[in-house]
C-alpha cells in the first residue's frame, strides 16, 4: 500500500511557520553560531530537497537528504540542557523556536520511514515511527498529524510484515485520533481480510490434523 510522506512531499503541504524571536544577530555571530531562524531555513531547505528526492521516488536519496535535517534542529534536553550553562543556545530559543525545530526533526523522522515503508524495509519503517510517536501518551502529542501518520505507517509496515497483533494497535490509535483518516482506514480494511484469510487457514489445519489422527 502506497501512502504519500509527511511534510511536503506532496505539495504544498509542510511544516507550519514559526514566528522565530532569535538573540540579536551579532551575539550569535559572535559565537559562530546560527541564530534560530537561519536554523529553521537551514532545516526547511534539506527538507526540501529531501522532498525533491521522494517525488522522483529516489527514496534512498532522499532519506540522506531527510537525515541531515536534525544537525540543525536537534536541541539540549535532560541533563544535556542542564549542563550547557546559561549561554546554551537552547536557553535563548523562544518557545516558538523550539515547536518549529521539534516539529521539522519529526516531520524529517517520518518522512524517513514512509520512504522505508515503500522500499520495503518495515523494520526500519518501525524504527523512524517509534521516534515521532513517542513514549507518552499519545493524546498530548504535540503534532497530532504527524502523530496518526507515523501510527498509520507503523500499522502498515506490521501489517505488511505479517505482525497482524501490532498492526491492529497501531491502526486502532491511528483511528481513535483521526477516524477519517484514509491511509488508516485502507489499512484496517486490509487488516480485517488479512485476518479472514489467517482464521481460514488455521481452521483448514485443525481440520486437516484431525482427519489426519482418526
Not at 11 to 34: M, V
Not at 63 to 73: C, E, V
Not at 97 to 114: F, G, T, V
Request: with cysteine; hydrophobic share 35%.
Amino acid at each position: 500500500h502506497r501512502q504519500m510522506a509527511e511534510a511536503s512531499p506532496a505539495p504544498p503541504s509542510g511544516p507550519e511557520s514559526a514566528e522565530a524571536a532569535p538573540a540579536p544577530e551579532t551575539e550569535w555571530e559572535e559565537e559562530g553560531g546560527l541564530n534560530p531562524a537561519q536554523l529553521i531555513k537551514r532545516a526547511e531547505e534539506l527538507k526540501e530537497k529531501g522532498n525533491v528526492c521522494f517525488r522522483a521516488k529516489e527514496y534512498r536519496k532522499a532519506i540522506t537528504r531527510y537525515s541531515k535535517i536534525r544537525a540543525f534542529t536537534w536541541q539540549p534536553n535532560g541533563e544535556a540542557k542542564q549542563y550547557a550553562g546559561s549561554r546554551a543556545d537552547a536557553a535563548r530559543y523562544s518557545e516558538a523556536d523550539s515547536a518549529a525545530l521539534a516539529r521539522l526533526d519529526q516531520a524529517a523522522y517520518s518522512n524517513i520511514a514512509q520512504c522505508y515503508l515503500l522500499l520495503g524495509d518495515y523494520r526500519k519503517c518501525r524504527e523512524f515511527c517509534a521516534k515521532v510517536i513517542g513514549k507518552d501518551d499519545y493524546k498530548s502529542h504535540p503534532n497530532p498529524d504527524l502523530l496518526v501518520k507515523a501510527l498509520a505507517r507503523n500499522a502498515q509496515a506490521s501489517l505488511q510484515a505479517n505482525d497482524l497483533d501490532s498492526s491492529k494497535q497501531w491502526v486502532l490509535k491511528a483511528l481513535d485520533i483521526d477516524p477519517k483518516y484514509a491511509p488508516a482506514r485502507t489499512t484496517y480494511r486490509q487488516l480485517q481480510e488479512k485476518y479472514k484469510l489467517h482464521h481460514a487457514q488455521q481452521r483448514k489445519q485443525m481440520a486437516s490434523a484431525f482427519q489426519n489422527s482418526t
